[in-house]
């Protein structure tokens, strides 16, 4: 099991780096539709595989466990990434040095945007202060980008609405935030019915 793993671990490794086709101009080309195509079976495949083992086998220790999420969440980023990446350069603009164009950079945006609020979703969901935390991190994460790269391309009074509707997002976000506290906080101070 050690070797296999050790093998499965290298050639991951080895698609992560040497062989993905953002770092490498050479690299084997991404064949396929935009969403079903060689990045599936060499990055969503297998964190499916690892993440649904760590799921469903129960007896594995806790830090094998988060471990196996944590490579799989790594995963299912990078093929996401390169997923939007392919959907607006193509099989054949790949590469980093290509640029990114605008409607990718707002692509990535979106897609942030929408896992943070999800991950927030389910912490209200769930009452999972981890979660609330995940799900800030993430629209922390986009917020940051917009701010930092995503506004560089905006100009004039696009660039001003852009800014105020994002400090409106920022406030909304802040009370959100506060009310799913407050909302923990009392949910844990209630007693228990017996």
């Known amino acids: 099991a050690l070797f296999f793993a050790?093998?499965?671990?290298?050639?991951l490794l080895l698609a992560l780096a040497d062989q993905n086709p953002l770092f490498d101009p050479n690299a084997d080309p991404v064949l396929g539709a935009p969403v079903l195509n060689t990045l599936a079976v060499a990055?969503?495949?297998?964190?499916?595989?690892?993440?649904g083992s760590a799921w469903r086998i129960r007896e594995m220790p806790k830090p094998i466990m988060q471990a196996s999420f944590a490579v799989a969440g790594v995963?299912?980023?990078?093929?996401l990434g390169l997923t939007?990446?392919?959907?607006w350069?193509?099989?054949?603009?790949?590469?980093?040095g290509n640029g990114v164009t605008q409607p990718e950079l707002y692509?990535?945006?979106i897609v942030l945007l929408l896992i943070g609020a999800a991950?927030?979703?389910q912490s209200l969901a769930r009452r999972s202060d981890l979660m609330r935390k995940a799900g800030l991190a993430v629209i922390g994460l986009a917020v940051a980008k917009v701010f930092l790269i995503d506004i560089a391309g905006l100009g004039g009074l696009i660039r001003v609405f852009s800014l105020l509707a994002l400090g409106l997002a920022l406030a909304g976000l802040?009370?959100?935030?506060r009310w799913a506290k407050l909302r923990h906080s009392l949910q844990r101070a209630e007693p228990l019915d017996h």
């Open 119 to 121: 991950l927030f979703y």
């Open 174 to 177: 802040a009370w959100l935030n």
């Open 6 to 11: 050790a093998h499965g671990l290298f050639y």
């Open 75 to 79: 995963l299912a980023a990078v093929w």
């Open 84 to 87: 939007i990446r392919h959907v």
């Open 107 to 109: 692509t990535y945006t």
């Open 43 to 51: 990055y969503l495949l297998p964190a499916l595989a690892i993440g």
């Open 89 to 96: 350069q193509g099989a054949a603009g790949m590469y980093e």
